[in-house]
């Protein structure tokens, strides 16, 4: 028999804020254990919360990027449960009146090939509603360590409908959603950090059937791939336990990437479990006109929609464009680059192959690069121009990035121009037609590309300076 997946995702974003939901102590990560907490992340008697504004704008941003409804009225709920990481015994969040509602996550597919698009699909939402994280716990041999730094920071859940079938999906849901709130600001996503978190409930059913199947929540997903390899060993779990005539059981596993397996951990729990009831020490949320308009105008492009704007615009083939979109300062470098003139299509090849290559080798940012888009944008114009060629422009652009001259500086400095002295270039020909009559012959034979080993030699010959256009037609009509 052929199964059928079914997956739904419970994504976990820390809003990036200065302090935490509610309470002015500051949120952060990596400094000593309990030190940033207060009365009321330690829910010491008598200590009240306060709404912090930070985190809804961030929460609202989130879901106007992803098309979510946003509430006109929301409300904080007491999820209530008794765990080391919740000092409080309960956590504040929201039930059934969350700040946003539907909503997807557009997804693209892995293509056939890098330079192919894939296939584009949207992923519904459910709901993104707001709460507060909980504290740390560090499990040793024979005692287990809370610290509640982390607890009280703002945290959105991002619930996705049970509309996915494959780990690839899951994996490219979670990569999209990443890349949305690092663009938006909303969040560095920082999953060492522990600033997005993912839980996976999956389900399977035979293929065609349309009722779910038994889920199982799968938890310790702490990187994008280990999602994946999650979902899929999880899959492959269920399908072995159907086939072997067993029943699927509704609980909480974990899995271990490392080792690439999963073990139960509890029952899963319902939601009346958690005896939900309204928060009596917060007032609702109402978020009026003028309030949405104002986060509105700081919504950025989406990066699918940034990708398709400069396939048409712009003409550049797919593979540029999918290492330009996904990261919004390098988008903005390379529009930047663009607006000053320079071709986009030799802009594109410039940053995806030769600047990042060299950020990379010296792990700099690209903020931290001295290559600016003016020097990008001259240098580009140096080569249609005919003043350099594209050999001579990558000994420039390195120079240029090592020392943050400009590129017309550095080619009249070096004496780098192109050559198209015609008497010069003859005699270069000339050179190279007596050095290799092989490929003389097969030129005469038709082959075309027989020239190219003419013109490469030509080209080491004057050491990048020859100008190719001149070469080309010097060699034809002295073979000729």
Not at 177 to 188: E, F, K, T, W, Y
Not at 347 to 361: F, H, K, P, Q, S
Not at 461 to 469: I, L, T
Request: aromatic share 6%; glycine share 8%.
């Amino acid at each position: 028999m052929t199964y059928q997946a079914v997956i739904g995702l419970e994504v976990h974003v820390q809003i990036r804020t200065a302090s935490k939901m509610f309470t002015r102590v500051a949120a952060g990560y990596g400094e000593p254990e309990n030190t940033l907490t207060d009365p009321v992340v330690l829910a010491l008697p008598g200590a009240l919360p306060v709404m912090n504004k930070a985190a809804l704008d961030g929460v609202i941003k989130a879901g106007l990027m992803l098309g979510c409804r946003i509430a006109p009225v929301c409300k904080w709920d007491r999820k209530n449960y008794f765990y080391p990481d919740s000092p409080k015994n309960y956590q504040i969040s929201q039930y059934d009146q969350p700040i946003c509602l539907g909503g997807a996550v557009e997804i693209e597919l892995p293509g056939p090939s890098r330079n192919v698009m894939g296939e584009h699909k949207r992923i519904p939402l459910t709901r993104i509603h707001l709460e507060e994280d909980v504290g740390k716990l560090t499990h040793g041999a024979n005692d287990s360590l809370v610290d509640y730094n982390r607890a009280g920071t703002p945290l959105m859940e991002i619930v996705s409908e049970p509309a996915m079938h494959t780990a690839d999906e899951a994996f490219a849901f979670l990569t999209a959603l990443r890349i949305a709130m690092v663009q938006g600001g909303i969040s560095d996503c920082d999953m060492e950090k522990g600033q997005l978190r993912c839980d996976a409930n999956i389900s399977i059913r035979p293929q065609g059937e349309t009722r779910l199947g038994t889920k199982v929540e799968l938890k310790n997903l702490n990187s994008i791939s280990f999602v994946r390899d999650g979902i899929a060993h999880e899959i492959r779990r269920q399908i072995a336990v159907v086939e072997a005539g067993g029943a699927i059981v509704q609980e909480t596993r974990q899995y271990d990437g490392e080792a690439g397996a999963s073990s139960a951990m509890r029952s899963k729990e319902m939601a009346h479990d958690y005896r939900y009831f309204p928060d009596p020490d917060l007032m609702p949320v109402r978020v009026d006109e003028a309030w949405l308009e104002g986060i509105r105008a700081t919504v950025p492009e989406a990066m699918f929609d940034r990708q398709r704007r400069y396939l048409a615009d712009y003409q550049l083939p797919y593979s540029i464009t999918s290492v330009l979109v996904p990261d919004r300062a390098l988008g903005d470098y390379f529009e930047e680059t663009a607006r000053l003139g320079a071709s986009p299509q030799a802009v594109g090849n410039w940053i995806a192959n030769d600047l990042l290559r060299e950020l990379a080798a010296a792990r700099l940012p690209l903020a931290e690069s001295k290559v600016r888009p003016a020097h990008l944008a001259e240098l580009v114009r140096l080569v249609e121009g005919g003043v350099i060629s594209t050999m001579i422009a990558r000994e420039v652009f390195g120079a240029m990035f090592r020392t943050g001259d400009l590129p017309a500086a550095i080619v009249e400095r070096q004496g780098l121009r192109q050559s198209s002295d015609t008497g010069e270039l003859e005699r270069w020909v000339a050179d190279a037609l007596a050095a290799d009559p092989k490929a003389v012959a097969q030129f005469k034979a038709g082959n075309e590309k027989a020239l190219n080993a003419i013109k490469g030699a030509v080209m080491k010959a004057s050491k990048g300076k020859a100008n190719p256009k001149l070469v080309d037609e010097i060699a034809r009509r002295l073979i000729g």
